[in-house]
Structures are given as structure tokens and as C-alpha cells.
């Protein structure tokens, strides 16, 4: 099949008020960093993001801080040759990176300018389509960074801009000084933390909601039995570790059955459900591979009935082992 006609096909969503249209799926480029994913081959990296334009994916999440920079390159490299009008490009700044790789908060006027400079020269692109704070700076007046963000928007450097990994407060207290709007925090089935006042504000605000991790970094996808260990990042992380690793994936398997009868993956079945949350416009799916990015796209589109959304909320939340799971499947 023709890509056009298969682009055709793909859903778009709004990206709340910044206007942008996107699919409910974005690529995230994450894996690139090698400090917390390891060696990941740079071609296949390339063809897995040029498969997720012609599958429909046309919304692409980076930072500079993914491998240093590194990221933002191969991702420039694979989108170089597609249509720039189709695209959606989101990156971030936060570091100041020294020359002894260590790294500190940095969103000064200054810096944030010349971060932004070096990001649109290594994607290759005029304007960064959604400019996100990588987290919240403390040593930088507030309106500093808004009124640096809309310089960079005026300049035509940024098309919208917004935050990530604020807590409602931050991002208010952020929007009183500029105009925000879009949100990137961590979300998934074992994380719902944005639920309770990060997501309630961004509906009634209508920002735009990208959540990261939706998979919980792979543990999500089925893939895993429990007995796993891993020689990235995951093996100092303590949802990947013991009993609790262990719990999790048997509370995944429960949901076997469920993903079969709706003809899903584990893994569509749980992306799925996670972009049925009305706060959510997108998911950003860490795709290391093609046959990920394939899977990623074959969710797309797809819902569950009420009642299924709830027992997997619920068998998710039971993985937990010591929480107590209340009548909505949230933990508590
Ligand atoms: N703003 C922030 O601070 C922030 C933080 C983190 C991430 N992000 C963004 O969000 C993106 C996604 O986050 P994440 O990487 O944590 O996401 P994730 O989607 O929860 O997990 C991604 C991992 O799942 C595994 N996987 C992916 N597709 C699979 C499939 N079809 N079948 C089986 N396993 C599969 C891969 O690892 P294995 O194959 O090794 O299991 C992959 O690295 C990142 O790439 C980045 O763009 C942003």
C-alpha cells in the first residue's frame, strides 16, 4: 500500500490548545542515549523512525539531552528527506553540559538561546515545532524563561512551547508568566500519579498532554517473565528488580486473555487503554526497532469497552502487591 494512502487512514488528534495536529502515537528517541539504554544501532534506529512516518506516526519526542545531542542528529537524519510540513518535532532543554560530561540546570535567556540554536542545527529543521522546559529550573526567574520562550517564538525559532516533568504547581505558577501549552509527564498503568491534580488542570486548562513511559520503560509490553536482569538503566531501577519486578509481570500476563479477545498485543492493549484517558492526547512510545514501532502504530485507533479499561487498571494496580486498589483502579 501507498504510504499517502495509508497516512490518510491514521488518526489525528489536537494537541489541546497549541493547535498542532498529531498522531496519538509520537516516536520517542530516549533509546539513543547510551548512558541509560546502551548501544543501540544507529541504522535501525533510522529505519524504525522513517517506517513511523509511513505508518502514519508523524509526531517525533527528543531532547538534547538524549546521548548528548546524538538523538537529535540521527532523528534529523532519518526525517531529513520527508515532508518538513508534515512533521511534528518536539525537543527540550534543561543541561548545561560541561566538557567533563557532568551536567547542571541551566534555562537561562543565554543558554536556552544557544541550546536552541544547537538543537535546530542537529535536527536540521527552521523551527521546532514544541519546545518543552526538560524540568523545572529553580535558579531562573520564571519570567526569564517565559519571556525567552516567546522571543524564540517570535523569532519564529519555536512554534509552541510548554514544560515537562512539572508538578501542578510549577506549571501554574509557570503559565502566570507565559504561554505554556503543552505538558510531557510520566504516565502509565503502575505510574498514575498525574492523575490527581497534574491531568484534572491540564484538561480544564486544554493543554496539550504528551505523556513519556507509557509502557513503564518495556515492563508493560508482555515481553517480560520476572526473571529478567538488565545491563541498562533498568538494572538499578526498583520496579525491574525482585518480588516487585516479579509481581508486575504476572500482572500483565493476567491480562492475556483480554488482549486476545480484542485481537491485541499485551502491549496495543495497554497503549491503547492508556491513550483513552480524556487528558491524554498522546502517548510517546520508546521504539528501539521496526517491529516496534509497527506494533506501537498497529494501537493507534483502538479503544476497550469501560469495563475491560477498569480490570486492567485494576490487575495493574494488584501487580502492586502492597497497595490497596479503590472502586476507579487507582492506587491508593
Ligand atoms: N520528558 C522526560 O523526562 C522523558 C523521560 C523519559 C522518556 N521520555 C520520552 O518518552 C519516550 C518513551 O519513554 P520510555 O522509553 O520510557 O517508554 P516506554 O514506551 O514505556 O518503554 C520503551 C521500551 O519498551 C520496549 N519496547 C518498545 N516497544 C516494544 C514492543 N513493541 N514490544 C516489546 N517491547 C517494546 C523497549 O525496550 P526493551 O526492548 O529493551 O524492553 C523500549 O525501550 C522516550 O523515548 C522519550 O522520548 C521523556
New binding site residues.
Given amino acids: 500500500m501507498e504510504p499517502e494512502i495509508v497516512r490518510e487512514k491514521m488518526e489525528r488528534v489536537t494537541l489541546g490548545r497549541s493547535g498542532l495536529s498529531v498522531s496519538p502515537v509520537a516516536f ?4 539513543l542515549s547510551r548512558r541509560f ?1 546502551g548501544e543501540q544501532s544507529k541504522s535501525e534506529a533510522i529505519s524504525a523512525m522513517r517506517l513511523a512516518f509511513e505508518l502514519g506516526i508523524n509526531f517525533f ?3 538534547d539531552a ?1 546521548g548528548d545531542g546524538y538523538a537529535e542528529s540521527v532523528l534529523g537524519e532519518a526525517l531529513r528527506d520527508l515532508p518538513r510540513d508534515e512533521l511534528v518535532v518536539a525537543t ?1 532543554f534543561f543541561n548545561h553540559f560541561q566538557p567533563d560530561g557532568l551536567r547542571y540546570p541551566d534555562l537561562s535567556p543565554s543558554h536556552v538561546t544557544e541550546r536552541c540554536e544547537a538543537s535546530l542545527k542537529r535536527l536540521g529543521i527552521e523551527t521546532i515545532d514544541v519546545c ?1 522546559l ?2 523545572y529550573d529553580q535558579m531562573t526567574p520564571l519570567a526569564d524563561i517565559a519571556m525567552t520562550m516567546e522571543k524564540l517564538r517570535d523569532q519564529g525559532k519555536i512554534r509552541t512551547f510548554g514544560v ?2 512539572h508538578n501542578v504547581e510549577q506549571f501554574r505558577a509557570q503559565r502566570r508568566f507565559g504561554d505554556y501549552d503543552i505538558s ?1 509527564p ?1 504516565y ?1 498503568f503502575v505510574d498514575t500519579e498525574v492523575e490527581n491534580a497534574l491531568l484534572p488542570y491540564c484538561q480544564a486548562e486544554n493543554i496539550g498532554v504528551m505523556v ?7 515492563l ?5 517473565t520476572g526473571e529478567e536482569t538488565f545491563d ?1 538503566f533498568r538494572g538499578n531501577h526498583p520496579d525491574f528488580q525482585g518480588e516487585r519486578f516479579r509481581q508486575l509481570c504476572q500482572a500483565v500476563q493476567l491480562l492475556r486473555p483480554m488482549a486476545d479477545r480484542y485481537r491485541l ?1 499485551l ?1 496495543q492493549l495497554v497503549l491503547a487503554a492508556t491513550l483513552m484517558h480524556p487528558a491524554v492526547h498522546v502517548a ?5 526497532t521496526p ?2 514501532v509497527t ?2 502504530a498497529g494501537a493507534i485507533g483502538k479503544t476497550v469497552a469501560r469495563e475491560d479499561y477498569f480490570a486492567i487498571r485494576a490487575a495493574l494496580s494488584l501487580g502492586q502487591g502492597t497497595k490497596v486498589v479503590d472502586a476507579t483502579g487507582t492506587r491508593k
Avoid: R, V
Wanted: with cysteine.
Fill in positions: 520517542g528517541t530516549w533509546q539504554w519526542d527528543t531532547a538524549y527540550k518543552l526538560h524540568f515537562s516533568n510531557q510520566a502509565s513519556y513511559s507509557p509502557m513503564h520503560k518495556g508493560l509490553t508482555g515481553k517480560y541498562d498485543s502491549y510517546i512510545c520508546g521504539i528501539k517491529a516496534q506494533e506501537a
